[in-house]
DNA sequence: CTGTTAGCGCTTTCAT
DNA sequence: ATGAAAGCGCTAACAG
């Protein structure tokens, strides 16, 4: 992992908890199928009680260190391994996490997904995974399903309506919800500042010298993408008196910012070009290369998000970096939060500020 | 998705379960907060005992029309949503499967999971997610974790010893391994043919004119890396005549593609290069580039995977391509095979081919 | 300290 | 067709 991420913290306190008995020295060389006992085998082997055995496996201090050895030993031989379900039932205690998301594509998501893991694995929290791709309706559903296997919730979905999404989440269950505000409805969220970040991408790319800017947008009911939009216009007419700049009809996709570079090699005077993600930048920049086009000397790019790749192309690609990891972590962190203090309604939404990378692909020197 | 990723094939039959309630066209309007009323609460409101409550919830044809559609009516006044997790303890069946990865960095791993995620959707199926950030004792806490709330185990660990891992997947519990061939202990697996490909590797760089090749190999404790390792210096002797080709050492990270390189330049003298993976392939390029080495002319390369990035930097990189996702995707329905009929033990590993992508990076119109 | 007894919420014989 | 009752495997009072 590089450095900086902040990922690597220690532990933190809370809501954490691994079952001791997995923590014993077990190391399933037994002789017995592991998966087979149940604690009431272990219990009649130990010549105990279930709740003794119950006891013993999970160290509790009212037991007899001999008593609890029987059983630990008798666990051992059987080869026991607890059935998590069961207990979960009985505890109401899941130590899973449900994640929600609307796709599992891009380095994005995966991204995400690495840094909701980081955080959950520090304090000993599964995660159950669930991606809607696309339909608002199972959302609704996929959300459903996690009833009664989860302690909390880990929702994205910036394309679902935000009535749709606040109806369907289980007012019992602690919900954090990403990329979207649910303001009022008393489910924490943490969001990007689309705006902000959109309007210093065009400041950077003015400061450059470029005076002909395009945006290449997200999806249309994409929050997100929206905000980027908007401040885009914002700024370009602000700092570049540019009432109605050219904006590219896009969907986060590989594929759109191929299309985006095609416009724009038929249309050319755009001297700088503003991507509401990074995957779309790419592809357009490589495009805009292999067809002749200098970058970022003829038209400089800058992207959005700080993917991985970002730093891989050729020239590397200038964006507005959120640490997309963190940002999962961050959001796990609070539902943890959440799940500690469920009496506790959600402030403010947390505010993720994206921040301005510049690498070669938009660097000419223009002003400085 | 791309086209011909083979992954959105139909609906296929056996082991595919979405509870029926979940699909009633509920849509959380209700008033009362979802996730709190039981199945008793609904039989109570619907006049009607839980056993028929269940029953009609659950669409099982031995249910008046009248008193199903009181007990429906019913569920959805009081905005009921069923308890999976009581509902598996009951049933044995949790429709939900548990994904052991050794690491989630990087986009092989990203492409993985979403594969097997396209496939478990199509049978509506849940993915419990399980990271081990490396170490083997983790690895078998993280698989024993999972009992009782999984149907099935996808297994991969490529760095973890193959007995070790046998004697801690429980026997119970079908399993399948990927990157690993088990045999003997009746756990389906599947395998990458990494010994051909690297062999194929070997033969494109000396088709393009190469004559001093180096690898850069991954982990040490790698199977799949070691079998890379392997097959290169087979071939390199095999067509070369080269007994002791240079390999350079590795770990399948950025950073030793970036040493590898530095390597390189103080050696000088070599013209081709077989990176493990893509990664280590596409840092000790973009490296090699900055320090003004021109790919393919003076050093081709190539890598192993085909992430999605290969096809995004400049040159394109070539490279031994596994369609990851399809890979994901296979071991899933290999899993539900065995989760549908349990008795048949594990035959022969499936095995992947990978496929020689010839693209810019490695392409110098040697002989064709 | 230990055993007995209830559940957790749901499905499922077995009667009726 | 419906209901009563017995679990699924585990934990948690409550007594002893």
Redesign the pocket.
């Known amino acids: 992992m590089g450095p900086g991420t902040g990922l690597d913290a220690g532990y933190e306190n809370g809501y954490t908890a691994v079952?001791a008995?997995l923590l014993n020295d077990f190391r399933g060389d037994g002789a017995v199928a592991s998966g087979t006992?149940?604690?009431?085998?272990?219990?009649r082997a130990a010549?105990?009680?279930?709740?003794?055995?119950?006891?013993?496996?999970?160290g509790?201090?009212?037991?007899?260190p001999?008593?609890?050895e029987r059983v630990l030993s008798a666990a051992r031989a059987l080869n026991?391994?607890?059935?998590?379900?069961?207990?979960s039932?009985?505890?109401?205690r899941s130590n899973t996490i449900g994640v929600v998301l609307p796709d599992l594509f891009g380095e994005f998501f995966s991204e995400i997904i690495r840094g909701i893991d980081l955080a959950a694995h520090r304090r000993g929290l599964q995660l159950l995974l669930s991606n809607m791709h696309g339909s608002a309706d199972e959302t609704a559903l996929a959300i459903r399903a996690m009833r009664?296997r989860v302690d909390g919730l880990l929702v994205m979905s910036p394309d679902i309506e935000a009535d749709f999404l606040a109806a369907n989440l289980p007012s019992a269950l602690p919900v954090v919800v990403m990329g979207a505000r649910l303001d009022g409805t008393g489910h924490a969220s943490i969001v990007i500042d689309n705006h902000a970040g959109a309007w210093a991408a065009v400041e950077h790319l003015v400061a450059q010298g470029c005076t002909r800017l395009a945006h290449i947008a997200g999806p249309a009911d994409n929050e997100d993408a929206l905000e980027r939009v908007r401040g885009f216009r914002e700024a370009t007419r602000a700092l570049l008196g540019d009432a109605a700049p050219l904006v590219l009809p896009g969907d986060f996709s590989e594929d759109a910012g191929v299309a985006a570079a095609g416009a724009l090699l038929a249309r050319g005077e755009i001297d700088g070009v503003f991507a509401a993600n990074d995957i779309m930048a790419i592809a357009c920049m490589v495009t805009l290369i292999e067809a002749g086009i200098a970058v970022p000397e003829q038209i400089a790019m800058i992207g959005f998000d700080d993917v991985p790749t970002a730093r891989f192309v050729t020239p590397r690609l200038s964006t507005m970096a959120i640490r997309i990891a963190d940002l999962g972590a961050r959001a796990l962190d609070r539902l943890v939060e959440a799940i500690d203090d469920p009496s506790a309604r959600a402030g403010e939404p947390d505010h993720v500020m994206p921040e301005l990378l510049v690498r070669a692909s938009s660097l000419r020197g223009g002003r400085p």
């Open positions: 079952p008995v006992a149940t604690i009431r085998d272990v219990a010549e105990v009680s279930v709740a003794s055995a119950s006891r013993a496996l999970n509790h201090h009212s037991v007899t001999a008593t609890r026991y391994v607890p059935h998590i379900g069961a207990r039932l009985s505890t109401r009664g």
